[in-house]
């Protein structure tokens, strides 16, 4: 269930085309009109970067150009597809499903008359941008110009202000409605292009100057740009503290909170320190850095996972072997260490493509232990795991985490209703829960059954059997009294059982119980319903 | 054109988890021995320790596969093509 409220949450391209309106004010539409009227001449040959949903693929298409559509979303291109198809415009338009990083190794030099990047800096790492600016110069054409259309911060104090107030309503609001949430406005789109040598000029700027369109055309000189690396200690605080409860409780609800994605130095590594790579969760992040800060001197390279944890995000697709190559080249790795090898999360390997990092890099990947706390170890023993390394576990400590992070989930779709609808019995419903839930993480190992579901039945039992002592010590209840709450227990037992069996690591994912806990649900419903009419009660 | 924009629906969500359910049980490790040249990249990557080494052989043996809980990660690092994740 948590899946379908989080795929739900979930930005879906037609949201975030609709988000991109409505943070726009609609001028986006205007924009995209100017550009493919102004800057498109028939047969020039367009890359499109980051080209979304196709609205202004179709566009410049539609205008007579041939056009490289790119994006990192499959859905996004999916989307796209359908659009350019329906206006019968698929024999100028070429589909390319890449990280912004590969576009070198795609397209051969001087491919493009124009690229646009169209709300898609302001997205982008530092580190992206970097690379970018320094391969547009090879895959223009002699005369090529860049087309940048962004949000950008205004200059003045009274328009800034101003644009401060509306991005933080519309933000809050195009949340609301897409549930798309649109990165920062770049501070100066022009300084970014200037600094890279490129001569720009502002073309028009839209609702206070917030929204610009620059040319960019590049210098007859290569800017070289200096190395960015960041540094990342193990340093607990009270922002620190804040953090590990909000990630305790809102775990597996989105947003989820990001480290920026990039590399970075903890101790004092030098060429031939060990380079780890991991995702880009927060606690993730700091988890990893815990583990090592003050043991050993190496180099992290953090790669965007939209936020999610190693094993989900690979699992998901968000951490494949393209974000991975796209980090070591847009860290530029190789200026940095002496060696070519990448140390990855064991966890990572049912979605990152060894293979394909070895053959596009030329990097040695190895895989390394399961748990952060063994990479000290690991590099000790010179890269050699030892079977507990290899393993993942799941110790009580981590069940109660689990457990506390799926239940301050399902309290809220539980409880709320009971303390709306049937309020008396909202503490005795609690405590069913929690106590339900507590019992089962505690002696899951213990508790037979090869998966939740049929773990559901023995538990079932015991809660029941826990309620029939209750009720004969307790005070007297009306028999219609214990048979509800006999239902409603069997009903949390199978729930909390099957939900449950999605975080843990040694079961396949509580979808594969769907099935059972609708038929079980209904079963427990008609229970619920058709025996008190058939005994007569009342 | 907003009109024309829709949601996919949280009934579309549900049919396609309930699909994820039916497949998802019957996933099983289709391993062929004859293709394995032992990389043990399989037997490095596995979380829940279903290969085995045989040194003798110089190929992994699929020994748990009542472990396996179908990440997938055998299958997409063998680089022979020996493994595969499947209904």
Same mark, same amino acid.
């Given at each position: ?41 028939? $047969?020039? +040959? ?38 350019? +198809? ?20 795609? #397209? ?76 920062? !406005? ?55 503290? #804040? ?24 101790? +004092? !590594? ?36 939209? $936020? ?53 890099? $030329? ?5 390394? !232990? ?49 303390? #709306?609808?049937?309020?008396?019995? #909202? ?48 005070? !007297? ?62 | ?9 949280? =009934? ?15 996933? =099983? ?37 009542? =472990? ?17 994740? =499947?209904?």
């Amino acid at each position: 269930m948590a899946t379908v409220f989080m795929k739900w949450l979930e930005t879906n391209p037609k949201d975030y085309e609709r988000g991109i309106r409505l943070i726009t004010l609609g001028r986006i539409t205007r924009i995209r009109e100017k550009i493919a009227a102004e800057y498109v001449k028939p $047969g020039n +040959q367009v890359l499109d970067l980051g080209s979304g949903t196709g609205e202004l693929t179709r566009m410049i298409a539609a205008a007579g150009a041939q056009v490289s559509a790119v994006d990192a979303s499959p859905g996004m291109l999916d989307e796209a597809e359908e659009k350019i +198809q329906a206006a019968e415009l698929d024999q100028q338009v070429r589909f390319h499903q890449l990280d912004a990083a590969m576009i070198d190794e795609v #397209f051969e030099p001087q491919s493009f008359d124009l690229i646009i990047c169209s709300m898609v800096f302001s997205a982008l790492q530092p580190e992206l941008q970097r690379y970018l600016l320094q391969t547009f110069p090879q895959l223009l054409t002699p005369n090529g110009k860049v087309v940048i259309v962004d949000e950008s911060l205004p200059k003045s104090w009274f328009n800034r202000s101003l644009y401060k107030l509306r991005r933080g309503a519309l933000t809050v609001l195009t949340w609301l409605l897409t549930r798309t949430i649109f990165s920062q !406005p770049l501070a100066d789109t022009r300084a970014i292009f200037s600094k890279a040598g490129y001569n720009t000029q502002l073309i028009s700027s839209y609702l206070g100057s917030s929204l610009t369109i620059f040319e960019a055309q590049p210098g007859s000189v290569p800017v070289e740009f200096h190395q960015l690396v960041g540094r990342l200690h193990h340093a607990p605080s009270l922002l620190t503290l #804040f953090k590990d409860l909000l990630e305790l409780f809102f775990r597996i609800m989105p947003p989820y909170p990001k480290t920026k994605a990039g590399l970075y130095a903890v101790g +004092q !590594p030098d060429a031939q320190s060990a380079v780890l790579v991991t995702g880009n969760y927060d606690l993730t992040v700091r988890r990893l850095v815990k583990a090592i800060d003050g043991k050993l001197n190496a180099w992290v390279l953090v790669v965007d996972t939209a $936020g999610i944890n190693v094993w989900c995000s690979a699992g998901a697709g968000y951490f494949s072997a393209e974000k991975v190559i796209s980090a070591i080249k847009t860290a530029r790795l190789d200026k940095v260490v002496s060696h070519k090898t990448m140390i990855l999360p064991q966890l990572a390997a049912n979605g990152v493509d060894g293979w394909k990092i070895r053959e596009a890099t $030329g990097c040695e990947v190895t895989w390394g !232990p399961v748990r952060a706390e063994d990479i000290p170890g690991y590099l000790d023993r010179q890269g050699q795991k030892t079977e507990d390394m290899r393993l993942v576990r799941f110790p009580l400590l981590d069940r109660l985490e689990m457990l506390t992070a799926v239940l301050s989930f399902y309290a809220l779709i539980i409880l709320l209703p009971v303390l #709306f609808f049937w309020r008396e019995n #909202f503490w005795p419903v609690t405590l069913a829960l929690v106590g339900i839930g507590l019992f089962y993480a505690i002696f899951l190992p213990w508790i037979p059954g090869k998966d939740g579901l049929v773990k559901s039945l023995p538990l079932s039992l015991i809660v029941l059997a826990g309620y029939l002592v209750y009720s004969l010590l307790g005070p !007297p209840a009306s028999l219609q009294t214990e048979f509800n709450w006999g239902v409603g227990l069997v009903g949390l037992s199978v729930f909390t059982a099957a939900e449950l069996q999605g975080c843990s690591p040694l079961m396949r994912g509580e979808q594969a119980n769907w099935i059972a806990e609708g038929i079980i649900a209904i079963v427990l419903g008609l229970i619920y319903f058709l025996v008190p009419a058939t005994l007569g009660w009342n | 054109m907003e009109d024309q924009i829709t949601n996919p629906s949280i =009934r579309d969500l549900i049919m396609e988890h309930l699909e994820l359910a039916l497949t998802l049980k019957k996933l =099983r490790i289709y391993f062929d021995p004859e293709k394995c040249t032992g990389v043990w990249e399989c037997l490095q990557v596995c979380p829940v320790g279903c290969w085995e080494a045989d040194q003798a052989l110089g190929k992994v043996i699929y020994v748990h596969a009542e =472990r396996c809980i179908a990440c997938g990660a055998c299958g997409l690092q063998c680089p022979e093509g020996a493994i595969e994740l =499947r209904v």
